[in-house]
């Protein structure tokens, strides 16, 4: 395996247009490596604490680039640091790319991203991971909540569907 990045190049703002290269300290990456024990023995635990990295990135990240006050969805505040879904699914895309790089995910594979486009007013993306056993995939989507909040995890068929709105999916949860 080769050795894994330690820098990480996110999004810092809109459609990605502006990024920043960052480190995470050795006790960040330990913090995450807790999340994901050899006893974490499903994949559907793994998704979960998938979820919960996300989160965690996000809040180590946004500490670190200013976007630690984004908030859930296309918020037009105008405040710097507010991300789209362009965004939010680059960037969980590299992280996910970086946990997979660290041997973290046992049971799923990064793919890529997915668009879904019923009308040009509301494209959306979102990172994608598969299970490696089952082959299907799931999309890993931060857009739907604040900045540190756990992503929402959900069979990428039913992304399509817009099936988050059917899931308890409260964008301050």
């Not at 965004?87 to 895309?93: L, P, Y």
């Amino acid at each position: 395996m080769a050795t894994p990045a330690t820098k990480l190049r996110v999004c810092v703002n809109y459609d990605c247009r502006g990024q920043a290269q960052i480190g995470l300290s050795p006790a960040q990456w330990r913090q995450l490596a807790r999340l994901f024990p050899r006893s974490l023995n499903t994949p559907a635990k793994e998704r979960r604490q998938i979820a919960q990295a996300i989160g965690l990135l996000e809040r180590m990240v946004g500490k670190l680039t200013g976007t630690a006050k984004d908030q859930p969805r296309n918020q037009a505040t105008g405040e710097p640091g507010q991300l789209d879904c362009v965004a939010e699914s680059r960037n969980t895309e590299r992280y996910l790319k970086a946990l997979q790089e660290r041997g973290w995910l046992r049971f799923h594979r990064l793919r890529e991203r997915a668009r879904r486009a019923p009308m040009i007013i509301d494209t959306h993306w979102t990172a994608v991971i598969q299970e490696t056993a089952s082959g299907q995939r799931y999309a890993v989507d931060s857009w739907f909540r604040a900045n540190g909040k756990p992503a929402l995890v959900m069979p990428l068929e039913d992304w399509y569907a817009k099936k988050e709105r059917l899931i308890g999916n409260d964008p301050g949860s």
